[in-house]
């Protein structure tokens, strides 16, 4: 039997009509013709008559054809807000067709959409290779003077942002990654008004790579957060993504875009540095960390990026370990505080670390600094540790104000 | 004519899909959400689904103490306690439903704002059961675990106001199969339904615990009537329908014969008005809204004549849309506009014969799609297809509420896995399925000496369950009858506080022990409801202490020193007399003694 | 010549008196009569004359005794709040006299404070040892029914607020963890207030071991958080600790306590296990983390906390490295957003990863939950994993509200 | 007499230990903050410290839009931006100090609330200088380089209020020994090292970017005077502290005459004044408060009578506690306080001969703090030991602040390492070293041509440097001096614009490359303060392009045939007929050439 197959068949004795679903070896699951499912054990069920394939999947939406004059490309690349559930069997499936943007998003008449299916992949698979690929992409839509909106799963939305804000010294225009925490599926999703926002925001004069999520539980408010200052502070909220230490560089209430003075403008040229060094990782220091584990990791590593505790702190075995091999390997420090900057001149740890030959990354989020020193080791080996600790993308605040 | 039932019966305990308390109570947290009507399974968008959004709307949510991020559709649910899941096999049982293999939740497209997430979860525990009626078996389609929904609170303009504090409450929806007969049989139907799940314990039993939907049809499709919130509705429902359906036959035959007719496009008359005095339209041109007038040709004296009410199917639509009211013309000179203002609109309009015309007060955006959607239910209802989905009102009316859902609205929810029900777990719940209401009847009549009226008091009020609880621990059957039925209620009332079972249990138990009379209960639980001792110290309490046979015969001596004391007055005086109990039939003993000793 | 004597000096050809402070075989540094210190090229200086030693400590506070009901005894174990600043050298040392708490906190007068010095250790290096040593001495100081404050480095704070918390399996009062994030030598130090209410927490009811720490940036309000919930959420502010998840359990201003319904209560004996097992390790996940790396940590260890990204997801390889693996050691999944909960059902990742074998933890947070592993490990090894998913001391919260 | 100067300029851009702007604007929120006296560093609390502390206070920051979280003390400093540390060491070459060879910041203790730290950190750059005066050298004891201290917006009761934007701005801070002789010579050397810190570009130049502090002595003990905000005032100050000390040894050799005095016990007498008519004493009994009097023996006549101002020094006691006012019996009656009340109170105290009285009006608590501040003080004016800090005032006086801090209030700032200044870094800065103001006159006169007033002008004006950097694009002292000094100013208040001296630079470049006149470069001036063109397009103005010699001739004969034209009212009227610039030596050449051949 074929998915979507009318069946008759027999559960337990009564008879019943239904659409056959699947049979995954163990389990039969039937769609009744009042719209539930029922899972029975094979040996429960018995198949009486099979129909001719009588399903067409009908898509009666009705195909608004809006041609405004900017023009937008979606790069879908995986994703919830990428995805949709196939009705029948609950698979979650790519979606290859979001012509669906035109009947369910609103105050985009006067963008002309279209879709480039970049990647589908769950965004935890997503690695260095993907970025260069999203970077390539990105810079090709504005090379067109079209703005750019990236379909992206939440989990590393914001390394990929880092990489992207990175791979570009300069930029005519913004990139804007946007996902959901609701599946485009639901009546609920976030995800109409994130791309709502998202499309808007390409025609901002921002000149940034930035992240697009609702701002609060609300439907109200969606925030432009900086890619290399964002960072996902909650599992399941709409309103996850954070600008950590800033604020958001713009908000999209309602057709209106409103930009913070801190965004930096659009350039006249896209420049992209597509190379990136895998040899960078990260390692969350807790009290009783062995050195074995520390040494095993960060000695076949060009760089490591330490969470350190508080202000940049690791126990003495592990400045010892950083000690060993700090000629090879550079070693950069972030807290795992997350708010706030690391600070090695106020305790005696601190400053034992700085003679280790730690490199201290103010304030720069625990991934920004991984993807960052990627990026450096692959573009500017020379320069590295000067560039690490110079602010380039806005990845390192000098200031951070009290009233956030 | 067919009838069908779906019944819903609330849980108490804990929510369906999160660990949040069903009891709680509205906070001040408000956030806002909009709905978008996605494509369902079939790849359609659901005709319902659309229907709603084209209203737009925005709908916000109070939080409730019992709330948490699942309610506020900010987390994925959570596995559904087993507790819940029980009380539904329990059911499916006692209505000789076959159980699932596994239960599989799904989710059922809801788009009113009613569900944060856009849907109600649900899944069918059983399926092809019947109860037992008078008039034979009525099927039972299914019995489905799902959650309840947000409860509004209000609405104004595009805003609609909800509450949490409802939404995830576990509800059993048991469906019948369009078996029964007529009104009469329908609510026999419920209350057998009904004695089954309230004997289970699980039954909320508040306000609103219970909603019933009717299905009904008379040849002219099926009608589902929403929310009948008392059984003695469904009779006025039920003949309400009936009488609507009917008039609508007849006015379709009128305008069959008159030609046919149709509604023309909506012309803008606010100029003709601009000068009126009519109040209503003066307060919408006020708030910049126009006056918009349409001809319906061959339907004069069909809008409200009589039992003729075609205006009113008209105005729901208008309703339904936020367009505050409709005016038409069997209706007019009406609503404060005179004969002239009636004369220049019927002029501007170019009515003639059999022409009528309806009017709305609106914003001039809104007017195509009304316009659109008035066509559509006005042609249904002349080819006489009244499928529909409708709501009953609290005095037994229906009104049209949207096109009927269609079964496409479903689609697996994918958060939740499939929850096995292996036989083992059958088969340990199958001594908790409930009696059907006849044994029950006749276990009370038969076992416990009831009489019918007695016996269905204890059913009518759901308590015949907690009776069979306390019959275990005090076997006094009349004692406890005139307490759960008639002392409790009193005392509660009176005292203004609320008696948990455990507590009742308890004061049971102890009345057992210390071989309470029934005079001594009663006692005991009003010095407890009044909160004059706990129950720790209940027991020893001194007006529970019964008199001495010493101490009873120099009270009544006293009483017979100051008055005429009869056998029928003698117990009553001594109640007054005394706090403290004592045995009536050796008051009575005592004073025949002292009488003949005299 | 030794710190505090007395000197005549030449600098750059001109004569100054001064004190001697210090010389690192580089640099002299010598306070000057106005106050200010001088450090100097040692080229740079001569010294003309060196007086007799004629500096003694002169300690003229004023000793006010106090001789409350309640017994309270503080245990300092180092970090900020248990060190000062030696005033002429600028090093940091513990403070063995507390007796100025006396003198600089506020409405204590109904307690008579005693002070054991338990350890002087910087946070950092703290590990399981010193856990149970600290509970060891809580256990006693509660047994004779006295109050017991912690002084402890903001650092692993919440470490080991969390081992306290399940090696009490019963407490007969609030084991209290207080510390500072400026200075106890600075006017401006959150010392003087956390630990007045620290104190005054002591007397309520709670039967819980609580991290007390500034509610926000002003002096007013201090936090009493439950100490399996509690996280360093900023480097450097007063109020960096933050309840995840839960609102705090007490709140303490100007002399008032104030206790949340949810707090446990004190219970008629304190029941102390006093085993750790340091077989567990946490691994933050980040996207691009080479499995062998992965391999490298898990393979010896008893448990392993992953910290996932969002609803707790790893990478396809990563997967496959616990597939290997998860037949000799325990993963559990926590999730790095750490706000929210962790949930396998929801994404075919997360399924997969509950094939392989991985253990979801909700919303427990990682650190609590390694020492909750290291606690069961060596208590509970044969309940482990039902015990982890368990909530044993309010580290697992089956209801998250939107208000917070 | 022995005076001594310390001043403190301002430097503008970067604050000193954090990335913020020396410019912004105080915000909204707002945070508590309380300050505990800790212990300094030899073991002592500090006694100025201590005295604070007895008020116990709240005090509140507004942050500011210059602020952020180091100036909130809730993040450790940073390292401190070159560019202050430089101009520190340039200032210290120029008052001919030796430089450390490590800038080490300490902490000096200031619980105020000033700071939020509870400290103010500064460090030492330069010492053992001097500064060449008329009178001799003036010895420099040191030049540092502090961080200035919250503003203060308002004190309400124990609340005092400060805003963050001033946090942290570096301050120089430029200490004299005592070798200064008299008032004169204080304002001289005040000028002169002024001089030198406004060379250098960096001084910010704001109203209160100085403050000036004096010590003073005159054999009595050393006072610190804070705050002198003018340089005038200097002059003032010396003078009313001179005349306080010698009255202040009049008033103690007159009670040591008289055999001492004491400062008796406060005695509530509330109960005495509870029906009198002063509206003082009958507001404080509103709020709760007592009316507390104290009797000082052989004090009377000497509280307030001529230059014996005693009362005054006391009454500066109650107010640095908060307590409103002080009355005494030099007073009385007074304050709406009968003969009557007088008499009962004096009757009540006890008073005899020489004895006076005063009294408060405060809380019963803080009465013995009070009492014990007061008599410490009055102590000390007997004895004559008059060392204290003291508060400069606006009018020229000085009022007592605190006793003087000791020294033991610095101990080293532990979260800034050492700063090195390397010889190779001193080198660097040797070109950037300011003249002295006499190099600088002689420079103005000698090599520009100026007069000594017209030097004195550019000098006192803070204009020298400027000065020095447009003379270097526009060889024109005279029209610059003219511009800089008078035109400027002028337009700058008519067009209620300022200029940026990078404006201005390019107006002079402009004017150097178009060769303009001295009408054409103050035309173009106000051309570009009016906003009528910007600068890329200033140079093509209409208004600028000098008339050719034809057109001025046109003019000049135009003008010639409707009035009486002389060389003397010629270019006056011609600038009145066109908006054109044209060279005045032209229009008159022109003009004597129609003249001579008309």
Redesign the interface.
Known sequence: MKTGEKIDFEYKGDSYSGIFIKNDGKITTIKLSNGYNISALNENIKILREYENNYVAQDNIREIKINGKNEVYILTTGGTIGSSVDYRTGAVKPVRDISYIYNFVNNISEFNVKQINVANILSENVNSKYWIEYARRARDVLNKNAGVVIFHGTDTMQHTASALSFMFEKLTGPIILTGSQRSSDRPSSDAFINIEASINFTKSDIGEVGIVMHSDTSDGTVSFHRGVRARKMHTSRRDAFQSIGIRPLATYTDGRVSVNNNAMKRQDENILNDKMDDSVSIIYFYPGMPEEDFINIAANKKAVIIMGTGLGHVSDNIINAIKRLSKDTYFFMTSQCLYGSVNLNVYSTGRYLLDAGVIPLGDMLPETAMVKAMFLLANYPDNLVKLMKSNLRGELNSRRILEW | MKIGLEIHFQLKGVKLF???STEGEK?N?L???????????????DRA?RYENIRNRDFNYY?STN???VD?????P??PDDSNINTAIIVSMALHC?I???V?F??????DGSN????QR???VG??GYVETSQGRVRI??V?LEEDASRKISESGKNAFYSLDRLGIPLIEISTEPDIKDENHAIETARKIGFIVMSTGKFRGEVDSIRQDVNFSMGYGRVEIKGVSKLSLIKDTIKYEIQRQKSLADISGIIKARGGTEITDFMDITHILKDTDSKIIKAGLNKNKKVFCAKINNARGLLKNGNYRLGRELADVAKNMGIGGMMHSDELPGYGLTDNDVNNINNFMGIENNDAIIMVITDPEIITAFKSELDERLKNLMSMNLAETRAATEDGETRFLRPLS?????????????IEIPLKRLNSLEGLVPESMEDALNNLKNNYGFSQTEAMGIINNNLYGDFKDYIKVLNEPKIISRIILQKLPEYEKKYNKKLSGDELMEIFTMANENKWGRDSVEKALELYVSGKYPLKILANAEELKPLDAGRLREIIIELMRTQEITEKNLIYLLKNKTKSSFDARDAIKIFENIKNNS
């Not at chain 2, 506020?72 to 994925?76: F, G, H, I």
């Open positions: 999160c660990s949040c906070s947290y956030f806002k959400r909009k709905m978008t009507p996605t494509m369902s399974e079939m790849g359609h968008i689904a939080t709330s948490c991020l506020a559709d900010e987390e994925p959570h596995m076959k699932v293999d596994y599989s799904m989710r059922k497209i809801v788009i944060t997430s856009g849907f649900t899944g069918i399926l092809n389609s299914t489905t269609g079964g496409e609205r479903m689609y697996p929810e994918t958060d939740i896995g499939l």
